[in-house]
């Protein structure tokens, strides 16, 4: 069982991801683990290729996953609503530029 350490790390700067008029959550964008990751192209790729292969935002996702054996490619995910159909697409690890275009026009949007 993890100390009160563990716990000190993981939760430390979280007060400022709320807003002070609603009390709700403004995180950005977050990793599997739900801590926050930097509004990078750097940052989201080293999370992809490095960290814990996801990334998440309001409405959509981007994260890597294994389409066989050997390869693998990087997922765009977009789920905007309850009547709005979700979206996939899918780049090849090399392509994260693409991806990563892709995913800042679903988040923006």
Avoid: Y
């Avoid at 009160?4 to 939760?11: D, M």
């Avoid at 192209?41 to 066989?68: H, K, W, Y």
């Avoid at 979700?86 to 780049?91: L, Y």
């Amino acid at each position: 069982m993890p100390g009160r350490s563990w716990w000190i790390p993981l939760f430390a700067g979280i007060g400022h991801l709320f807003n002070d008029r609603t009390g709700q959550a403004v995180m950005e964008m977050m990793n599997k683990l739900g801590i926050q990751v930097m509004n990078s192209p750097r940052m989201v790729r080293d999370e992809l290729l490095q960290g814990t292969g996801a990334v998440m935002a309001p409405g959509c996702s981007i994260f890597v996953e294994s389409s066989n054996v050997k390869d693998k490619e990087i997922v765009v995910f977009r789920s905007p609503g309850k009547d709005v159909p979700a979206e996939r697409k899918a780049f090849d690890v090399e392509h994260f530029d693409q991806a990563w275009k892709q995913f800042d026009e679903w988040r923006s949007a």
